[in-house]
C-alpha cells in the first residue's frame, strides 16, 4: 500500500533562517505530489503540486519554493523564513481508495 | 475562488448517538467529494468518498449523503465513539487535470463519554 513519509515531525527555526521539507514516497511510481499548509484552526491551503519530476506548479505567491529531483521525492524549502511562514506542513499523493493519502506532517514554528 | 465550508465549528455529541457533520460547497462543477478525519498533530485520513452522479454513499458506520440540487453534503456517523473525535473536514474536486482538491475549514467533533 502507499505510504507518505515526512521528516521531521517538528521544527523550530528562527527568522531569516532558510527552511528543508521532505517528503517520499512508498508504493506507488509516478505519483502527483502535493504540498499544502495548514494554520492553526484552519483549512488545508494548497502551496505547491507536481505531475512529475522537474515539474512544479505554485497556487499562491509565497516565500516557499517547491523541488522534485526523483520521482517519489518532494521538498518543500525556503530561503528565509518568515514569521507568517509557521504552520502544519502536510505532502499528499492521490490515494487508492479515492481522496489522498497524507504523510505525518511537519509542525514549523518560526520564532 | 470556489470555496468548501462548513455549517458548525464544533459539533458535541453523547456517546453510541448518532453523528451529522455538515458540509456546503460552491462550485457547481465538482464532482467529486471527500471526507477526511483529523486527529490532533496527525495528517488527514481518508474516510469516504462520493461522486456526483451519487446520492448516497454507505462505509462502516459512515454514510456520505450529496445533494448537488442545495450543493450539501453530509458525514452520518453511526454509534459515535470517542475514538471518533477529531476534526473532520470535507473536500470537493472538479476531477481536474492534477486531482486539485478544494478543503473545507473543519468540524471538530466531540465525543462526550
Known amino acids: 500500500s502507499q505510504t507518505i513519509h515526512q521528516w521531521p515531525a517538528t521544527l523550530v527555526q528562527p527568522v531569516g533562517s532558510p527552511l528543508s521539507l521532505e517528503c517520499t514516497v512508498e508504493g506507488t511510481s509516478n505519483p502527483n505530489l502535493y504540498w499544502y499548509r495548514q494554520a492553526a484552526g484552519r483549512g488545508l491551503q494548497l502551496l505547491f503540486y507536481s505531475v512529475g519530476i522537474g515539474q512544479i506548479s505554485s497556487e499562491v505567491p509565497q516565500n516557499l519554493s517547491a523541488s522534485r529531483p526523483q520521482d517519489r521525492q518532494f521538498i518543500l524549502s525556503s530561503k528565509k523564513l518568515l514569521l507568517s511562514d509557521s504552520g502544519f506542513y502536510l505532502c499528499a499523493s492521490p490515494g487508492a481508495e479515492g481522496g489522498y493519502t497524507f504523510g505525518s506532517g511537519t509542525r514549523l514554528t518560526v520564532v | 475562488g470556489e470555496s468548501v465550508g462548513l455549517h458548525l465549528p464544533t459539533l458535541s455529541v453523547q456517546e453510541g448517538d448518532n453523528s451529522i457533520i455538515n458540509c456546503a460547497y460552491s462550485n457547481s462543477a465538482s464532482d467529486y467529494f471527500i471526507w477526511y478525519k483529523q486527529e490532533s498533530g496527525k495528517g488527514p485520513q481518508f474516510i469516504i468518498d462520493?461522486?456526483?452522479?451519487?446520492d448516497k454513499r454507505q462505509g462502516q458506520r459512515v454514510t456520505v449523503l450529496l445533494n448537488k440540487t442545495v450543493k450539501h453534503l453530509s458525514l452520518q456517523i453511526a454509534a459515535t465513539q470517542p475514538g471518533d473525535s477529531a476534526v473532520y473536514f470535507c473536500a470537493e474536486s472538479d476531477s481536474g487535470g492534477y486531482q486539485k482538491v478544494t478543503f473545507g475549514t473543519g468540524t471538530k467533533l466531540q465525543v462526550i463519554p
Open positions: 462520493i461522486r456526483s452522479n451519487m
